[in-house]
């Protein structure tokens, strides 16, 4: 089981790019999905979490108001569309579902959160 990030790339501040995720042996809708990522040198950390009935959402204060979050449960997907980008937005990008099935509480940090695949990287510039 497994996510796969695509999408990022390089592009100059105030642009926007939109992520995609795709799971391979997972049923995304029973499960909160997350966005995460990862600078260097720093840790890894919470960008945006969609509930599993798709009813909630958290997103990040740093990002609020210019990144939202989506799935698409009948195509194993999900989504992050990044409007706005600032140059502290650059990193690896990571998906990742809540190993805990219909967890009621909406969990935000990393170690609630697995099946990360490799990451894509967002590189904005100015």
């Known amino acids: 089981v497994q996510l796969q990030a695509s999408g990022g790339g390089l592009v100059q501040t105030g642009g926007s790019l939109r992520l995609s995720c795709i799971a391979s042996g997972r049923t995304l809708g029973n499960y909160h999905t997350g966005w995460f990522r990862q600078a260097p040198g720093k840790e890894r950390e919470v960008v945006a979490v969609l509930s599993a009935g798709g009813g909630r959402t958290f997103y990040a204060d740093s990002v609020r108001g210019r990144f939202a979050t989506s799935r698409d449960n009948a195509k194993e997907m999900m989504f992050l569309q990044m409007n706005s980008l600032k140059s502290e937005d650059t990193a690896v990008y990571y998906c990742?579902?809540?190993?805990?099935?219909?967890?009621?509480?909406?969990?935000?940090?990393?170690?609630?959160?697995?099946?990360w695949g490799p990451g894509t990287l967002v590189t904005v510039s100015s």
């Open positions: 990742g579902a809540d190993r805990t099935f219909r967890r009621s509480v909406l969990v935000t940090s990393p170690r609630y959160f697995g099946s």
